[in-house]
């Protein structure tokens, strides 16, 4: 699907979490055009580099970044920036998140340690974000409540459930945040 020539305004939102959480695949639910993927296959020079405890079976891996996108009407885009989970590739996020609106942090409650990194570097940032429990095996398990207790995240901080494999979860994800950052701004607007 091609551009529309009357889009003049990009939004940007990062999608960020641990290696493994579904980053790339929540882009790929989502995007209108096939996104632009990175993802490598996983090699020996990844042996006692990369932590790849708790998830089974997983081949490849993102090596810079995830693009996709979604025309919100006829002048906004919305952009999608899938970051790399790994921490050899963690020196990109800042980049990343120059110029971003907003992020979601993609947790596994399977790793939910690996989300601490994502939460921090965005916080540094100042950049809004929320958390959203991508649903693997066993993940209902640990309530929201829970999880929200365990990444010690305020209750300004936006907490759901999703698929990341489901377009419409997915979507429902990025509704979300829209609607954290609009909260955010008529909370600046008021004060």
């Known amino acids: 699907m091609p551009l529309a020539e009357t889009a003049s305004d990009g939004l940007k939102i990062v999608i960020v ?3 493994g959480v579904g980053k790339t695949t929540m882009v790929r639910a989502v995007s209108e055009i096939r996104p632009l993927s990175t993802e490598e296959t996983m090699t ?20 810079a970044f995830d693009f996709g996108r979604i025309s919100l009407n006829e002048q906004m885009v919305l952009y999608l920036f ?27 409650t399977r790793r939910l340690s690996d989300s601490w990194y994502a939460i921090d570097r965005l916080e540094h940032h100042k950049t809004p974000f929320i958390v959203a429990r991508n649903n ?17 995240l305020p209750d300004r901080v936006p907490l759901i459930d999703c698929d ?14 829209v609607g954290h950052l609009y909260s955010l701004s008529m909370a600046r607007e008021a004060s």
């Open 17 to 19: 979490g641990g290696f």
């Open 44 to 63: 020996q020079a990844g042996l006692g580099i990369d932590e790849t405890g708790g998830v089974t079976g997983k081949t490849t891996t993102t090596v």
């Open 82 to 108: 899938g970051a790399p989970g790994q921490e050899r590739f963690w020196f990109l996020w800042d980049r990343l998140f120059s110029g971003t609106l907003g992020a979601v942090v993609l947790v596994d």
């Open 136 to 152: 693997f095996p066993g993940s209902a398990a640990h309530s929201l409540d829970a999880v929200r207790n365990a990444l010690s």
């Open 164 to 177: 990341a494999r489901d377009r419409e979860s997915a979507k429902q994800v990025l509704i979300s945040l």
